[in-house]
DNA sequence: CTCCTTGACAAACGTTTGTTTAATTTTTAT
DNA sequence: ATAAAAATTAAACAAACGTTTGTCAAGGAG
């Protein structure tokens, strides 16, 4: 149908899923659909990927894997943690945007409980908060409380993707231009709401230390 | 196979799509396995939702109609708009815990773009948006302002949300009991981390129109 | 040349999909 | 009591599902 730009036709199996199952979902999309978009004959999906669940299997190892970079050296020590966030946030917001469909698949098909991944996926997230853990202290707050890392973090993941999550709908809602200035102003905004916000519960921890002392 | 409370089939079969849908997705489930649930013939879901995604339909039209009952009456003008954003907050977490099923489906389908349900939801969520309006405006941000509405409110509402979707892979991650003294301590700091964000958002308006004065 | 692996294909596999049909029971109204 | 309406059933429908089969062409190694 489409004949995605490589000649590989395992890349162009996986560019097509990602797209189809961005739009669809993973199970409402059929193998013969990924295939013809794809150019490609339908037994060769189980012949590169060993059968459907193994493209989201690849589809989610590939996510991770570019989305760790994001925080690679994200808490540099010669910036103020204010800035490290606000670097974050940006850093996240251009992934999505440079990402999008890779993501939304990997986000959406998160809560599905396949137990071919369901190991992978708390894996990941587990070692993800390890890498802010040390941010998350220069902010004010103790990275042994997971309670609140449980409550920020997932709390400023979910707001970026979702932005991205719910466009189809947001546009019939909002008249907004998606361009370059519309997400700079959007991390700038957001990483505004979550330091205001971090620093409110920093004081509220502190001040229940003290009186309890 | 459940045989689900009521003696009403119709009922029944909507218990059962709830919980299904809410468990696999849609997509994912198949009518067969919702009859079956549902202690019904298969024949009967088409009898009393003209097809399965008649029960999609009815499932979020019975959504928002709870979903808006927690805005009404919200914006008490004789509280400060800090305790009604509090209180908001804690009827929001409530909500969801007590109909999360129900709105874990709703939420989940939401970008899914089924032609029958695009133009509900779209509406229903402007309709929304106008509802807290009026609170917007008394915590120091301007309602006429879309993009800040756009940002704030689908933050708000994603981080509790998501708080549900990705208990399945947080309780892999997080081990926290899920009580009465869990969802109080959970309301209680997101209403800190979001008062704390749009006063600071508030404040960094009041400094640009000052400036370009 | 022969041998063997790899890549790609059309075709068919047996299941399962959502929906419909026609017959039958149950309920309601006259 | 009888007729009409509503509720429920088993069975069948074509279509789509994910996977596998057997075959054939191409290419490198010995």
């Known amino acids: 149908m489409k004949e995605r730009g490589s000649s590989d036709p395992k890349k162009r199996i996986l560019a097509a899923a990602i797209s189809l199952f961005a739009q669809k979902g993973f199970a409402a999309v059929g193998v013969r659909e990924i295939a013809a978009e794809a150019g490609v004959n339908i037994a060769m999906i189980s012949y590169y990927f060993e059968g459907k669940v193994g493209i989201l299997k690849e ?29 974050l946030i940006h850093n996240i917001v251009n992934f999505v945007r440079e990402n999008t469909e890779l993501t939304m698949v990997s986000y959406n098909e998160l809560p599905l409980d396949l137990p071919e991944i369901a190991e ?94």
């Not at 994200?74 to 670097?87: L, M, Q, W, Y």
């Not at 970026?160 to 102003?185: G, Q, S």
Request: with cysteine; net charge positive; hydrophobic share 40%.
């Open 59 to 87: 589809i989610m190892e590939e996510f991770f894997r570019r989305y760790f970079l994001v925080f690679e050296g994200v808490d540099d020590e010669s910036k103020t943690p204010e800035a490290c966030v606000r670097g």
């Open 120 to 213: 992978l996926k708390a894996e990941k997230i587990a070692d993800m908060i390890q890498r802010i853990s040390g941010l998350v202290l220069r902010m004010g707050l103790d990275p042994k409380d997971a309670f609140l890392i449980a409550v920020v973090g997932p709390s400023l993941i979910s707001t970026i993707f979702t932005n991205f999550r719910l466009r189809p709908v947001m546009k019939h809602v909002f008249p907004f231009k998606f361009d370059d200035a519309y997400y700079e102003r959007y991390a700038e905004t957001i990483a505004t709401l979550f330091l205001h916000g971090i620093k409110g519960l920093a004081e509220e921890r502190k001040g229940k230390k003290r009186s309890t002392k």
